[in-house]
């Protein structure tokens, strides 16, 4: 197997900021595991001489001219937002208090 | 009075345009339709019953006051729930948003506007369209008109099931690794899923940026065309759309309708997508079709693409990998769900997480964490750059095909629609039913699927999937419409036309008279 554990896989969850309970943890863990071990096949043919696509139809530099247009007013870009402060998005402290 | 919702986009607008109907009624009927049938389907999420009246009324207004439109002015479309539009739910399939209502179009539905089509409503799909059946939508499965007990495939079952069940004649559907095509197999409808960069994703909330593409979702292929024609071209809002100029989809559709349009052409069997693994009556009919073919006039030769074999595995890489990053954005701040940790300190973080955890489905958070691993330092070599690496092979062995062959062809999906709930346990179960499909994603060609028979085990539909070089979009609907011609004249009637009726009191008072 390829050895996910899951400590991993609770630390993968705290980077992707998804607060998971035990047993979605431990079922997750089961699930990578067999995941990584069928993908891992891609390794069979990625030799070093084979250069890597990143984007299918490779564009490069694609700039417009630097002139302003219309944007969202602030009452739009509020529209959604789960709670607001005047014309900001409020959100809870970024800091815990001691 | 003909059935106005059996009618395909093409003839509805024929009829609006000479005056024969008005919108309103074209709009009306399908509005009964999905009325009727969708309690039991839910192909919608949303429907805008008002909004499409309002509208239909308005390009009505215009006809009446002179003005020419386009061909497809005044016909309802269905617009996948992965698309923004500033005047309805947008939601993915996810509970995250639930209820948002975007401050903006996506491109492509602001097109639709300008071309005076009728939006109906969002259509039902896989939550953030990860998934092949609908069962991951936030908001329950969609079924399969054909067999209720079904998949319509995914993830944007939703709108194959709503132009398969004549709630509407087209539909905007996205394809990442198969979402239009694989709905369109299993559901007996049409499906295109346009060459990377050809049709604008401004809008378009995102799952894997190098795969996603916008596309037309229809029953006949001169529909998808005519409907291609009014989303493609480039938009400066996308980064990754093409300028190149295109020519008329439509136009090429009609070229395929011509004698002897099939003769001549270089055919190519994709050995590695048939075959094992593939369901008796999807190799039965794909057989049946290469003769039909061959009679025809086409040359049909088999090609190697030995790489395919690690298509699957690269894209189950590459699609988490760019989805951890881009739902990163879904973080309780500026639209979206905000949900409070149950105890202890109430910050950002902790909130962020309780959000993410209350949000997202059990495939989101499967494939986030899977991607996150992916991307993990000390892994990216070995699983992301190793997944890029394959993508260039397959490329190659695209390159190496099209050397020798116009078109690719192979069955669309594995087997016809399954059953809810057979593959849910097993995550690479699901994943591996992709393996027709996604080739064409990770090297960015386009891809048709169009129906080719009935499984004669379970009497479900097959798709016929074909793939032509990147940027010859127009060759798929030229050889599209051949074979859509050639096959309905060999059956005799289209396919949609042996799908079960969905709603039998509807059916017997029209056959009375009374409708």
């Known amino acids: ?98 | 009075m003909t059935d106005l919702i059996k009618l395909s986009a093409a003839d509805l607008g024929g009829l609006l345009a000479d005056g024969s109907v008005s919108s309103v009624e074209v709009t009306r009927a399908h509005l009964d339709h999905i009325a009727a049938v969708d309690t039991d389907l839910h192909a919608f999420l949303h429907v805008a019953a008002d909004a499409a009246l309002a509208t239909a009324d308005r390009v009505d207004a215009r006809r009446a006051a002179g003005e020419r439109l386009g061909l497809l002015a005044g016909v309802p479309i269905a617009i996948k729930d992965v698309l923004a539009t500033r005047d309805m739910p947008s939601t993915a399939g996810s509970k995250i948003l639930e209820g948002w209502i975007p401050p903006y179009d996506a491109t492509v539905v602001k097109r639709l506007r300008d071309a005076h089509l009728i939006p109906l409503g969002k259509t039902n799909m896989d939550e953030f369209a990860m998934g092949s059946s609908t069962e991951h939508s936030a908001y329950g499965p969609t079924r399969n008109p054909w067999d209720q007990e079904r998949i319509p495939g995914g993830s944007g079952g939703g709108s194959a099931a709503a132009v398969a069940a004549f709630e509407a004649p087209i539909a905007l559907g996205s394809d990442t690794g198969g979402s239009i095509r694989q709905p369109a197999a299993v559901t007996g409808s049409v499906g295109v899923k346009p060459t990377y960069g050809g049709v604008s994703r401004y809008g378009a909330i995102a799952l894997a940026s190098s795969l996603d593409q916008v596309g037309p979702v229809s029953r006949t292929v001169y529909d998808a065309a005519l409907l291609h024609d009014v989303i493609g071209g480039h938009d400066p809002l996308d980064s990754t759309s093409l300028t190149d100029p295109w020519p008329s989809m439509a136009a090429a559709a009609r070229a395929g309708l011509a004698d002897g349009a099939l003769k001549g052409i270089r055919i190519g069997v994709v050995k590695e997508l048939h075959g094992d693994g593939f369901q008796a009556g999807v190799k039965q009919r794909f057989t049946e079709t290469l003769a039909l073919l061959a009679a025809a006039g086409a040359e049909i030769t088999e090609v190697s693409a030995p790489n395919f074999e690690y298509s699957v595995a690269a894209y189950y890489l590459i699609l988490p990998a760019e989805a951890s990053s881009n739902l990163a954005r879904f973080d309780s701040v500026r639209f979206g769900l905000r949900e409070n940790p149950t105890d202890g300190p109430v910050t950002i973080e902790r909130v962020m997480a309780a959000t993410r955890d209350a949000g997202f489905g059990p495939e989101v958070k499967r494939r986030i964490i899977l991607g996150t691993y992916a991307l993990s330092t000390g892994y990216y070599d070995a699983y992301y750059g190793s997944a890029q690496k394959v993508r260039t092979l397959i490329q190659r062995d695209f390159d190496a095909a099209f050397e020798k062959v116009d078109l690719l062809v192979s069955p669309s999906a594995p087997t016809t629609a399954f059953k809810f709930g057979e593959k849910l346990a097993d995550p690479m179960a699901m994943y591996l039913n992709d393996i027709t499909t996604i080739p064409a994603n990770l090297a960015g060609i386009p891809g048709m699927s169009l129906p080719m028979g009935l499984a004669p085990e379970d009497g479900l539909p097959v798709g016929l999937q074909v793939m032509a070089p990147a940027k010859q979009d127009a060759r798929l609907y030229t050889f599209g419409a051949a074979v859509e011609q050639l096959l309905e004249t060999h059956w005799g009637h289209t396919l949609l036309s042996r799908a079960p009726a969905l709603a039998p009191l509807e059916m017997f008072a029209s056959e009375e008279g009374v409708l």
């Open chain 1, 1 to 98: 197997m390829s050895g996910i554990t899951a400590e991993q896989v609770a630390h993968l969850a705290s980077l992707a900021r998804i607060d998971l309970s035990p047993e979605e943890i431990a079922s997750l863990t089961i699930d990578l595991g067999q995941i990584v071990e069928s993908v891992k096949k891609v390794q069979e043919v990625a030799t070093p001489d084979v250069p890597a696509t990143s984007h299918p139809m490779p564009l490069t530099n694609v700039f417009r001219d630097d002139v302003v247009v219309p944007s969202l007013t602030v009452e739009q870009a509020l529209s959604g937002a789960p709670d607001r402060d005047g014309d900001k998005f409020r959100v809870p402290p970024i800091l815990e208090e001691d």
